[in-house]
């Protein structure tokens, strides 16, 4: 694969870590080494942070349309390229063949969203209440950027972070998630070949130990202006209370807890296939994934017994990828286990398919769910549907609503009144109705609650890398 890097990339430069060590990624599939790069520290951001502190001095007062030329010349790349960029990813991430191509999907179309975004960055003329005086309002690039992302989607939040920051005429370090930097790194290859100048786009790659003091730096130094974090709440949290103390500029797309409520008037066959696809997509590694599946109990045994049929259909190492590495694995067993003790009835699956490999498991449906367990609490991220029961509307919503986060829902009804009425009452940034997962570009991404602050996707996530300023003429 010609496009598989080892080295990170500061300053134009494909680089090792200052202190030469390095670290592999290894298939969820198999085990086997997929890539070396380095395992970078504090001394190395530095480095990336000066870099994109240099080119910032340029690259902010570019035009809208430069900008624009450069984006699209890398969308050509990524195109040309979609095939290797699709192996590099499924090798490291083990995603089935629908998902790796859903991804490149989304990649391409998001870059191509923010080319057109650039030219389309405005300000404003006010009247001014007083002669004499002429009213500006610019939007401004925020400065370095500093962008860290997961590893369930990691080319495609990677990259539409960087071409969202590059848009807005900001210079980034980026922070690639250690279990799947690869494609990444190839991606950010293909921008410099695009002509996207040195320092605007600097990648650190670490392993997990270091990844804290990166971000600290990244959270600390003053040549950072702001932060854009996709991560688990846990790590959102402390990234948050470190940009605090400086009132950095951070957006925070965190965990969520998505119910997916079907009322007694919803289209049954309708709902479990867009349930089925909402929970297992992605092996249910999604932050808006279905994570808990509150049915009324009106349609409660029809959902439950159609449901059951579909899932059977799902198969590990078919259409279904492993999860991601040996932590996320035993955290998912451990969810299982407290469901197991705490009653739970498992009606299909509830174990690890080892015969297809390590980190693979059973598509599994589980009945009973009740909320003292972590699978009513937590957020699932593997393969398994959880079902609850709920008799009225109330019940359901509020059901729905309890929880810390406040990322996606879904619900099915065929009632207008209940549509417009409960997408009123559910507390999320995202509700579809009647749908299953649907993020086009034009979607303002983002949650509520402990899921998180900003948008991400949309025009208005040109808003979190730029500044609005006012500016005065007077004595005209
Ligand atoms: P996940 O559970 O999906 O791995 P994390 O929030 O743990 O989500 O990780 C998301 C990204 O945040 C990864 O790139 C990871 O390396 C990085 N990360 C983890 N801990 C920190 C931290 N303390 N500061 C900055 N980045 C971190």
Known sequence: MGLLKDKAIINGEWVSAKSKATFTIKSPVNGEVVGTVPHMDASDAELAINAASEAFKTWQISTGQERAILLRKWLELIRKNSEELAKILTAETGKTETDTKVEIMMLISGIEYFAEEAIRIQGEIISSPVPGKKLLVERQPLGVVGLISPWNFPLMLTCKKIATALAA??????????????????AVQLAHDAGIP?????????????ASQIGKILCDSKLVAGISFTGSTVVGKILYQQCAPHI???????????????FNSANIDQAVEMGVKSKFFNCGQACIAANRF???????????????????????????????????????????????????????????????????????LVTGV????????????????SVIKFKTEEEGVAMANDTEKGLGAFFYSQDVSQIFRVSRLIQTGLVWINDSIFVPDVAPFGGIKESGIGKEGSHHSIDEFTYMKFICIGNL
């Open 248 to 262: 950095k500029r951070i957006s925070l797309e965190l965990g969520g807890n998505s119910p997916f409520i079907v």
């Open 198 to 210: 040195k320092g605007v786009i600097n990648v650190l790659t670490c392993d997990r130990p270091n």
């Open 169 to 186: 005429g900001c210079t980034c370090v980026v922070k690639p998630p250690e279990d799947a930097p690869l494609s990444t790194l190839s």
């Open 294 to 364: 509150l049915i009324q109990e009106g349609v409660y045994d029809e959902f439950v017994q159609k449901l059951a049929a579909a899932i059977k259909s799902i198969v590990p190492g078919k259409n279904l990828g492993p999860l991601i590495n040996s932590t996320q694995f035993k955290r998912l067993c451990g969810i299982m286990e407290d469901a197991k003790s705490k009653g739970a009835n498992v009606v299909l699956g509830g174990q690890p398919a080892k015969e297809v490999g390590e980190l693979f498991y059973q598509p599994t």
């Open 370 to 385: 009740t909320p003292k367990m972590q699978i009513y609490t937590d957020e699932i991220f593997g393969p398994v549907a």
